[in-house]
């Protein structure tokens, strides 16, 4: 007989994949993430946000009223001390499809990035890179990637703060050579959610040791810039977000998007609107 610990754990880990499940579908629904006849690339890094994409679109495929198949794909970076059984270990045990990748981007990142400096950039070139190159291979239509809604609202301000211009990660994007859907089905998941999922559901994390220790990343830093805010104001990362949902352009400053250029008072239709008005 279950003890009343394990009851509790239990009943909160269903609550937990009940809401991931929820929000997953609505955004895949959204966007039109996946359509009927799919094959999808799940990127699989050996992190809780890769682990419970892979988990909740499983779940999701079981029920869903059209097909489409799921593949596992980790690259191996071929970082030191990577465990290379734990990922092929695991996907077995649960039966999915799976490959590794092995492409040797850690030596060419180590050889060109600084010591000290931010190695994400050129990690995650080179890393996006071997993907889409494998996608080709083995015929994937979508490549599904981990990026959650934390991830989300942290590039929108990574990208104010750093880059000058109002742009985030968007669920679904056409890749720059125009070959390559990618889609990020947990877009309107909490990291918070993730993380007690990921805790309960034990899974085998591997850590990443090539950026995961550099503290003082920006991403870091704008990360708990957002957690104080919503701490100290509850909700309001919740009403940022909705904020990516309700873009206003001419209320902007952005040319490209709106045609200032031509916009007027027009007295004509002034004089129109007060002699209807009479």
């Excluded at 000058?164 to 959610?193: F, N, T, W």
Aim: net charge neutral; charged share 25%; proline share 5%.
């Amino acid at each position: 007989m279950a003890s009343a610990p394990q009851i509790k754990e239990k009943t909160e880990k269903n609550k937990l994949q009940k809401r991931l499940r929820r929000l997953t579908g609505q955004a895949i629904s959204d966007f039109n993430m996946i359509e009927d006849g799919d094959k999808i690339m799940v990127c699989l890094s050996g992190g809780k946000d890769s682990y419970t994409m892979l988990e909740i679109l499983r779940n999701l495929q079981a029920s869903a009223p059209i097909q489409f198949d799921i593949v596992a794909v980790n690259l191996d970076q071929k970082q030191p001390g990577f465990p290379e059984h734990v990922l092929p270990e695991y996907l077995t045990s649960i039966g999915v499809d799976f490959h590794i990748l092995e492409r040797d981007t850690y030596s060419i990142v180590k050889e060109l990035v600084p010591e000290g400096k931010t190695t994400c950039g050129l990690c995650s070139r080179l890393r996006r890179g071997s993907l889409y190159g494998f996608a080709d291979e083995i015929g994937a239509t979508k490549i599904a990637l981990g990026h959650h809604r934390d991830d989300i609202l942290e590039t929108l301000f990574l990208n104010m703060f750093f880059g000058g211009k109002l742009k985030s990660m968007p669920p679904k994007l056409l890749s720059d050579d125009g070959r390559h859907l990618v889609i990020r089905p947990l877009a309107y998941c909490k990291e918070q959610d993730i993380e007690k999922f990921s805790r309960l559901q034990k899974y085998p994390i591997i850590p990443c040791n090539l950026c995961g220790s550099q503290e003082n990343l920006q991403r870091q830093k704008v990360k708990e810039m957002l957690k104080s805010w919503d701490k100290e104001y509850p909700g309001r990362t919740d009403i940022l977000f909705t904020s990516l949902q309700n873009v206003v352009p001419s209320h902007l400053a952005d040319t490209n998007l709106f045609n200032f250029q031509e916009l007027s008072s027009r007295p004509d239709m002034m004089d129109e609107l007060n002699i209807i008005s009479l």
